[in-house]
């Protein structure tokens, strides 16, 4: 369940709530009847790094181009031929 913050217009209380989304918001200060104003909180999400997952974290070769390999190692016979 999602928590919602609200604010009363009158006093400045500030009321944390865990609500369905389906429930209407609350209108009524519980300390003095004023006015609740639902506010934007602060999110807990947080997005770190310079890029998405598979380049940040997917790991060692994950996200990067493949590295050509040296010339002697991509030098490999085709066939063997079986020749004596």
Same mark, same amino acid.
């Given at each position: 369940m999602p928590v919602y913050e609200?604010? /009363?217009s009158r006093c400045? +209380?500030?009321k944390e709530v865990f609500q369905k989304? @389906?429930? @209407?918001?609350l209108e009524v200060c519980p300390r /003095?009847? =004023?006015k609740l104003k639902k506010i934007i909180s602060q999110s807990?999400? +947080?997005l770190k =790094?310079?890029?998405?997952y598979v380049t940040d974290y997917g790991g060692a070769n @994950? =996200? @990067?181009k493949p590295k050509e390999q040296s010339s002697a190692k991509s030098e490999?016979?085709?066939f063997k031929s079986d020749s004596k």
């Open positions: 609200y604010q /009363c400045g +209380h500030l989304i @389906s429930e @209407s918001p /003095c009847n =004023g807990t999400f +947080h =790094g310079s890029g998405w @994950s =996200g @990067s490999k016979p085709a």
